[in-house]
């Protein structure tokens, strides 16, 4: 009797354990194909803008240099990424782009091509493969030897725009202009743009060659230079990337400020009030339940975008976790410790400070420092919604959707910030912990 | 000072002098800290577009706005939070998936980069390093970039949530594996075991209820984090709440109503989570 009860009880033991064991796996199957509809991923592939990923991938590594021949007037223009900042000074354009006597300009291509850019608003190209591709505009419309049909892909041709594309260059020809992009591997003019005397120059001649500026000593006119780069904008990034750690450390310091006091109200063992220690303890829930982006909101609006918004949104969002985290460190004090400091004859205060405070401590501090480094990416994030520190920059380079090697040198800072943050936070951790 | 040879022989010298030394390094401490909090509040109030003092008053603008947009049509307010529901269904749906991926992910992370259980032991710190980027890189970064590929829409927010959460989690988790017993996957080993087998039938089930825990927690954390993220263009009742801002003064009541939304949201899962956990300790309590 006693072993058919016995069996009984182990098979519904198993019975349980099967329907887990199949039936938790299932729920999640049937839960990621509901996912998969409602989030309507096969439409995805149709939506999803592959060349866009292309141009990212390709701008996170390689740059480009426009040529540019205007079709009216004739001028020629060799900027970087065709911004102004990166144009290259009248009779100083690269060596591979070379005028001719006659009117035409030759540019170098990779692998000894070249295109021609020919005086009457044409350009004749020879790529390797493929032929002689000829082209010039004609009145308002765009003449060549290309067949009518039977091109491939990377040449594409209207009556107002021709556009072939090849590996490490393209070329477009359009009424108003014949425009040419070279790619080349690299960030271009990290240290110095085009019109500072130090561009090209390497870090050896920098420091030990002749003068290069007369007006400045080389290493403060380098520095002034490299610092001031209209491009890369060195010292507005370098304060961005400041101002997301001062967001960071206002918000959790301040926020581990006035929650300490908050904790003793509404932990078991020291409020005695139990109104007080729920009223407390709801408005640690309301703070934490309004969330960091609800506070960001509210206080951009009353303070503006900048650092004092993050971090105000911090502390307030932090205060809650805090307030929770903190009450429950008091709640966990060892009372024998405060009878000890008590029994010597210890006021209040003094009971606190050497029985309550050393044992806490410890476990606060490691709390604080753990938000410290967390909270420098919500910086981040919190920057991007609010405006303020590198998030303000990677938001603004994203939506321009063409300085992807920018967008790329700011992901590269946030993730050695947040990781120099952690060692520092775990540092100081061990640190503390240690000397208290 | 202390190193005088006939200090101990003095005792209460030696203590009081190190007593002394203690109190002017906290002080300093304290002092530098003291610095740095008033130094960083200034240089933050200067950085700011509006100061901290000249804003102050205003705090509580925006929010009376809001109140007073939504009480008179406050007949409304049901059809708003009904008309929302969906889009908050959609932010709970992000933060769900991806904490259920970022686990499945963690927990192979976490495997592979624990001593003692790893399937190639040399490959450790690769893998440590891997979750300590995939950590570090914040889930608007990933969010913006795919929205760029991928177009809006919640698959973005999916995907960026879930990187982080794999890496967030695989950390915790390794640190659960530490603490795993090794004799059940040394009889399985003995028995002829894939690494596949030791790991699913040996440790998996002593860890899981920690495992579960965590990624609780985590999962609290990624509805906030979703709905932040549906706030730069990644759908869901951030995005939502960003249209509604956008309707200005005299138009707040559709805000209020997401706002209310979202605040029940967070509380409730924040309730739940630490409730279902704290069922859990006990009943592992009441068991052993």
Redesign the interface.
Known sequence: MADAALYASADRVFRRKKIVAFGLPALVLVYLAYIFFAFDLPGLAERARWDNARTLLADTWSYKTHVTRDNRGGGLEVAIEGERKGEYPEGRAPDWVAAQDDGSVRVALKGGQEVILLPGNGFRWDVPGYGLIEARLEGRSIVSNLPQDGLPDWISTSSSRLQVTTDGARVALTRSKTELFRYFPGWELFFFTLDSPYHGRGLGEILFGAQIDPARGNLAGAWQDFWGNAMWRHEDVAWAIFETLLMAFLGTMGAALVALPLAFLSAKNFAPLMALRFATRRVFDFLRGVDGLIWTIVLSRAFGPGPMTGALAILLTDTGSFGKLFSEALENVDGKQIEGVASTGAKPLQRYRFGVIPQVVPVLVSQVLYFLESNTRSATIIGAITGGGIGLLLTQAMITQKDWEEVTYYIILVILMVMAMDSASGWLRRKLIKGL | MTQTPDAPHDPRGHYLALMAQRRLYGGLTLAI?AL??IS??M???S??????WS??P??F???ADVIADTLPKLDRLPGHLLRYFPALV?TI?IA??ST?LGAAGAIVLSLLSTRGLARWPRLITVFRRLM??L???????VA??LI????G???PA?LAIALHTAGALGKLFSEVNENADLKPVEGLSSVGATWLQRMWLGVVPQVSPNYFSYALLRFEINI?AS??LG??GAGGI?YE?RNA?AWGKGRFDEAAAI?LL??LT??VF?QLSSHVRNAMISSKKGGQ
Not at chain 2, 148 to 151: C, W, Y
């Open positions: 800290f740095l909090m960083g509040f240089l933050a109030d950085r700011n577009a509006g100061g901290f804003g102050l205003q705090v603008d925006f929010p959609e749906n769900a998936v259920l300590d980027i950590r570090a890189v914040p889930e608007i970064v913006l970039v760029f590929v991928l177009g829409g919640p698959v999916m906030r709905a932040i706030f730069v951030g709440l801002m706002f979202l605040f967070i509380v924040d």
